[in-house]
């Protein structure tokens, strides 16, 4: 079982849909959780981090569920500019220098 | 703040040439580390470090050599290009191990 796995996709949903993806991650002793979103050919940069409670951020909703160990990414009323690769990032336990990436997500909203 | 630069952005090498890559960050970060990305594929790791004088191999090592003289900078070494080598290259940083990372704007390398 891979470390840190997402469905590679693509989504395809019209502007100004919902959409959400999953990551899920095998180690119990992961720490910290972040969504980082990629631009074709750019770099890969940080969307928000996941905390324990759930976070918002606008548009975007991070949920993390420690009990199934998975997170989560809700987009609502998606937009042309949402169409990236969206990337699942693990860390931790505090001892493991290296981060965890899931392959990505890929997001393609039409108009 | 910069953030994390990385020069150059584009690179032709002819096989066998060697080069440096150079990463700097100025946000005062232990945790440097060093990616390269391939078409329809993920990131994977090929060095990291940290400390200033630290450093560890990751996923794919070979053919890449790395220092970190200073804390601020993490030089990626190609001693002798090959083809295979021709991917798109993203410096990181972080303040530690749990921390989210920084990422550099990357360098195109093609080698021929």
New interface residues.
């Given amino acids: 079982r891979k470390e840190v796995e997402q469905d590679p996709g693509p989504f395809n949903v019209p502007e100004g849909a919902t959409v959400a993806f999953n990551c899920t991650y095998s180690n119990s002793a992961s ?2 959780f ?1 969504w980082y979103r990629q631009d074709c ?6 969307l928000m ?1 996941v905390y324990s409670s759930g976070n918002e951020d606008g548009r975007f909703t991070a949920q993390l569920n420690r009990a199934s160990q998975y997170i989560s990414l809700l987009i609502r009323d998606s937009k042309l500019s949402d169409s990236a690769t969206y ?1 699942c ?1 693990v ?2 336990p ?6 965890t ?4 997500t890929s997001l393609i909203v039409h108009p | 703040n910069a953030g994390v630069t990385q020069t150059p952005k584009f690179r032709v090498l002819k096989t066998g040439q060697s080069m440096t890559l150079l990463c700097a960050q100025d946000m005062n970060h232990e ?1 440097m ?1 060093w990616y390269r990305q391939d078409p329809g ?3 994977r ?1 090929i060095h ?1 470090s ?1 400390g200033e004088g630290t450093t ?1 191999k ?1 996923e794919v090592p070979d053919g890449y050599n790395v220092s970190r003289l200073k804390k601020q900078n993490f030089l990626l070494g190609l001693e002798s290009a090959a083809p295979s080598q021709t991917s ?1 290259y ?1 410096c990181a940083s ?1 303040y ?11 360098t ?1 390398l093609t080698v021929l």
Avoid: C, D, H, W
Wanted: charged share 15%; glycine share 18%.
């Fill in positions: 720490q910290s972040f050919r750019k770099e890969p940069k940080l981090s990337l990032v860390r931790g505090g001892g493991s220098y290296i981060p990436f899931g392959r990505g | 945790y580390y594929m993920g990131l790791l990291y940290v560890a990751g798109v993203f972080s530690s191990t749990i921390n989210e990372q920084f990422f550099g704007p990357g195109r």
